[in-house]
């Protein structure tokens, strides 16, 4: 073997075994980020809402439009889940400034029930303003429905397509901001580069919201901090994804989505894999204790995520980047927000 495929075998080796720790972090948390987890949560600037629907939620108008999804094959990172590219036009609709915060969960947690129970404390990494986590697509999902019937309202988790969009707004660059990220914009593991950036500090914990600069449409934290549900289900590629911005509801097998993530990502610079959690490593619950509706959405049927994370690579931080987890999935790194579409 030469040298440079020498080189090159262990720097797949080092991206590989980092993809494997940078895996979603589970309950089985370490004593050192048990510790972390005691430090007081950032503290972020009050949010005034451009129209908000409920006094609880900013939210930020998005406005309708057309936008390239996923990411070209030249992009570097990029997995063959980002592809193949394809438009998509979206009815305007808005979505929550930041992701959902402790203090906003607690507040919802005690609303009534509509088809499950929400623990009103579940994040490991305390604070008010401190994005929720430890938190499954069910139970999201459940926060939404309290949303709507309280306000009377359509809110849900926002399609992939509707995330994508809203996070781009309007750049065709890896990042909202640009063609790299650094820690002083986003909170992601800074021992690691992308593209020209530089390495940067790893915080190793969730920061409180809205302490980064917002996207040029008013959305905080879309890079990074934690891990945010989208309503679809898991698909290996977009072939024959919707074209509306609508969710895709029926999904692959996870099988070829490993395998695919799996794969150094055509037209890469820097082959890796995902971070993706597995079923031996997902914090789970009983089927017959997580279904919203047992006739709408499966414990089995994978669901998406998007952002990346306090712990993340920055390259799985990127505006194209999926990853997937089953629904009652739980994890120290998994948040959401929500977005609220026209009555109609």
Not at 158 to 183: D, K, L, N, V
Not at 288 to 297: D, G, K, L, Q, R
Not at 301 to 310: I, K, M, Q, T, Y
């Amino acid at each position: 073997m030469t040298t440079d495929s020498s080189q090159a075998g262990f720097e797949f080796a080092v991206r590989f075994i980092r993809a494997q720790n940078d895996r979603l972090l589970f309950a089985s948390a370490t004593a050192a980020l048990a510790e972390l987890a005691k430090i007081d949560a950032d503290q972020a600037p009050v949010i005034a809402a451009a129209k908000p629907t409920t006094d609880l939620i900013p939210l930020a108008p998005i406005p309708a439009g057309s936008f390239l999804m996923g990411s070209p094959e030249d992009e570097p990172g990029r997995l063959n889940a980002e592809g193949p590219q394809h438009e998509v036009t979206l009815a305007a609709f808005w979505m929550a400034q930041t992701p959902i915060t402790q203090a906003q969960w607690r507040e919802v947690a005690g609303w009534e029930k509509v088809e499950r129970e929400l623990n009103p404390d579940p994040s490991h990494f305390k604070g008010d303003n401190r994005p929720v986590e430890q938190v499954s697509w069910f139970d999201a999902m459940e926060f939404c429905h309290r949303l709507s019937h309280r306000t009377g309202k359509n809110y849900t988790l926002p399609s992939e397509a509707q995330w994508e969009y809203a996070c781009r707004a309007g750049s065709t660059t890896p990042f909202h901001f640009g063609p790299t990220i650094s820690t002083e914009v986003a909170n992601y593991d800074g021992n690691y580069t992308y593209g020209q950036g530089e390495r940067g500090i790893s915080r190793e914990r969730t920061t409180g919201v809205a302490i980064f600069p917002a996207n040029p449409w008013g959305l905080y934290d879309m890079h990074g901090n934690v891990w945010e549900w989208c309503l679809d289900a898991w698909h290996n590629s977009y072939e024959g994804a919707p074209t509306d911005g609508s969710a895709w509801m029926e999904g692959d097998s996870l099988g070829e989505s490993l395998a695919d993530c799996c794969a150094a990502g055509r037209g890469s610079t820097s082959p890796r894999t995902a971070d993706r959690p597995t079923a031996a490593t997902a914090t789970r619950t009983t089927a017959s204790t997580t279904s919203v509706s047992a006739s709408v959405a499966s414990p089995d049927v994978f669901r998406l995520l998007r952002a990346g994370s306090c712990h993340s690579h920055p390259a799985n931080c990127r505006s194209a980047f999926r990853l997937s987890l089953l629904p009652d999935g739980r994890a120290f790194n998994i948040g959401f927000r929500v977005c609220c579409l026209p009555q109609g």
